[in-house]
């Protein structure tokens, strides 16, 4: 066998080859060839990752459980109660148009994603109510974006730059990098917040009362 060693990152990993050139196609050119001695040396070396055990080391865990501030934590729980009526709200929408009621309608929608239930909104009024399909397809468009903003707060990792709440994901997502917390503002999150509730009250408007209104006799 032939080997090669490879810093991946921070840490020599070992690949072996075969003699023959068969596999000299996987040889790329950040790897150097090594003697099967170093190569033994090198997979029984114990994995110490200077950037993990950076990060273990640095206390963000600790800073974590003291941040985002109270004010912070009153936003985040703000957005996290408009979302929630969105989600409620787009169910009660879809059993509506499916002509389901509310316990049929939770087997069919209970576990369904935010992503997935506005799928199935736009496929409902599509097939139930086509002159309200653009009015779905943007409401749906701004339901995902607010989403998207909405993780960032809730389900990243809050910590402080410069005396600043910012988050970030801390964690290795990807093992070559890690993403740089943001400094957040509470008029941000209020903002994101006021744009929910403004999907709130459009999806009522657009959707829901023409709907209600089509089934007047």
Known sequence: MKYYKKLIPEKWQVFAFEEDGSQDSYVIEDMIAISPEEAEIIAQTPPQDPLVLDILRSGSTERNWSWPPKAYQ?????????????????????????????????????????????????????????????????????????????????????????????????FIERYERLEKPKPVSLSEMYKLADDMNQIQSDLMVSILTPLLSSNTP
Request: hydrophobic letters at 45%; one cysteine or more; proline letters at 2%.
């Open 74 to 170: 009153e936003a985040i729980g703000q957005i996290s109660v408009c979302s929630s009526s969105i989600e409620v709200l787009i169910r009660t929408v879809i059993w509506h148009i499916a002509g389901l009621d509310s316990i049929t309608g939770r087997a069919f929608t209970g576990k369904a994603r935010i992503n997935e239930l506005t799928e199935m909104l736009k496929a409902l009024i599509e097939s139930k109510a086509p002159q309200l399909k653009d009015d779905a397809v943007e409401i749906s468009s701004r339901i995902k974006d607010v989403f998207a903003r909405r993780a960032v707060y809730v389900h990243q990792v809050w910590t402080m730059i410069d005396g600043a709440p910012a988050v970030g994901k801390l």
